[in-house]
């Protein structure tokens, strides 16, 4: 029988109160929907009416395991554990706190709950809990503390590499490297934790450390390479197995560059780069090779390319400024500088970047939607047509230039014109966020009269760029 049969049939004894026959239903049917949160929650509430209280505890702690926020099951457990195990009761609190929002008034919970166990996988548990609400609340270094007390209870694995974590966070690389180390004695046949010191004394530029903890060879070959030793850098890479690893490339594209054979660098950057598209490390190399053959717009475009993946615009942008200064006959930095415009807003720089796009790429779809955007945003509806009109010449497949033609027709009161842009709109766009607005505006033309002189607007020029910058 389904899960649902067992369910329907079982409520179907309850409503005749036949409880005891639906619990014995119910409990045969446990192997097989113990993880079922609804049936968990269904025979936990009907042992909790027939009054058998350990029952309904072990399904409420089997259901906040198959379903971890089932606030049914804490609130519960709390009505339970609160004469019963003031341990449980303050973890059980404490999570049910979380699950409401209230992460800072569950540190107290977890600290009563460590107060009420002499238990040690009771304590750990707590502690863990602890130490992540403290990560929660930015706390860094409460949670530090008690990931200490954790170690110094018992050794993990995952605690030495989350307080190298935090510690990397706060930039303290000098106390990240000191618990690895311990970490490392404590756990020597874990390569991650090796391989984590390794890359932070890399980092420090101690390349002997480095290469003392590195357990493969692309970790060593870094090293290497850091250090200046190249050749054994080069005959590690030439006998790696995998030679159709990202880092293998990566790291040959290094030895290539500090050979100063630039050509083959770029090679398997671009290598690299199949491997692991959108990598900001792919940029990163580019704009040193830029500057290592003086090409100034190249290295100032790469690295905004960089910062781009990283997701640091202001950086992106300052990058890709330099780029423009150093040559601003190129439009790819143009064109990543509107990007960004676009996303932060910033209408001066957009129009003014739109224009020298549109000077230096005359049918550019993207310049002429934006400077058709910026004019009729400005309530400048005649030069906004003028850009709508080309883009649709240039790409006609862009359904959205008719919908935007439209409003300009509209708003200056060449109806026929406007029902003609949007009847073309519906027809490339049938189903669109727009489409029933446009079917309005239709309806609405129907016996409009067309009047080929577009009727002026009021406002003047200075109240239109006021509305413009405004927005």
């Not at 409990?27 to 909790?48: F, G, H, T």
């Not at 709390?78 to 009761?89: A, E, F, M």
């Not at 390794?198 to 970790?219: H, I, P, V």
């Not at 033609?405 to 049938?430: I, M, N, T, W």
Request: aromatic residues 14%; proline residues 2%.
């Amino acid at each position: 029988m389904s899960s649902n049969g067992v369910l329907v049939q079982a409520q179907m004894l309850i409503d005749e109160e036949q409880y005891d026959k639906a619990y014995e239903m119910l409990s045969n049917a446990y192997e097989n929907l113990k993880e079922d949160a609804e049936y968990l929650e269904k025979i936990a509430l009907l042992a909790k009416s027939m009054e058998k209280n350990e029952e309904a505890a072990k399904y409420w702690e089997e259901l906040v395991k198959v379903d971890h926020n089932s606030l049914i099951a804490y609130s519960e457990l709390l009505d339970i554990y609160i004469n019963t195990d003031k341990y449980k009761y303050y973890i059980t609190r404490a999570k049910y706190k979380i699950l409401n929002g209230k992460v800072s008034q569950s540190i107290d919970d977890y600290k009563k709950a460590l107060n009420s166990t002499s238990e040690e996988t009771d304590i750990v548990n707590a502690r863990f809990l602890l130490a992540k609400a403290y990560e929660h609340e930015g706390k860094t270094q409460n949670a530090i503390d008690e990931y200490y007390r954790l170690i110094e209870i018992k050794d993990d694995m995952a605690v030495y590499q989350k307080l190298a974590d935090l510690y990397c966070e706060m930039d303290d690389r000098f106390s990240a490297i000191n618990i690895l180390e311990r970490g490392v004695k404590a756990f020597p046949q874990v390569d991650g934790l090796a391989e984590y010191l390794s890359a932070l004394y890399l980092r420090e530029g101690e390349f002997d450390k480095s290469l003392e903890y590195a357990r493969n060879d692309f970790a060593r070959a870094k090293a290497y390479l850091s250090k200046g030793d190249n050749e054994k850098a080069f005959e590690l890479l030439n006998n790696v197995q995998d030679k159709t690893n990202a880092n293998y490339h990566a790291l040959m594209a290094e030895y290539y560059f500090n050979q100063k054979d630039y050509e083959k660098c770029l090679d398997f950057v671009n290598q690299f780069n199949e491997l692991s598209p959108q990598n900001p490390l792919t940029y990163q190399m580019r704009a040193l090779v830029c500057d290592a053959k003086g090409d100034e717009y190249g290295y100032c475009y790469n690295m905004g390319k960089s910062y781009s993946f990283r997701q640091n615009y202001d950086m992106a942008l300052a990058e890709y400024l330099n780029a423009h200064r150093h040559d601003p006959s190129k439009s790819d930095a143009i064109k990543e500088i509107i990007k960004i415009n676009e996303t932060t807003g910033d209408k001066t720089s957009l129009m003014e970047f739109y224009e020298k796009l549109h000077r230096q790429e005359p049918n550019n779809p993207m310049a002429l939607n934006g400077l058709g955007d910026v004019y009729a945003d400005m309530y400048e509806f005649r030069n906004a047509l003028e850009y709508y009109q080309k883009l649709e010449k240039v790409d006609s497949s862009y359904y959205d230039v008719y919908n935007k033609l439209g409003y300009c027709y509209e708003k200056l009161k060449d109806f026929s014109s406007a029902k003609d842009a949007y009847e073309k709109y519906l027809a490339k766009a049938p189903i669109s966020p727009d489409t029933e607005k446009v079917k309005e505006k239709l309806t609405k033309f129907e016996g409009s009269s067309v009047k080929d002189a577009p009727v002026e607007e009021e406002e003047g020029f200075i109240d239109k760029i006021m509305k413009f910058f405004g927005k």
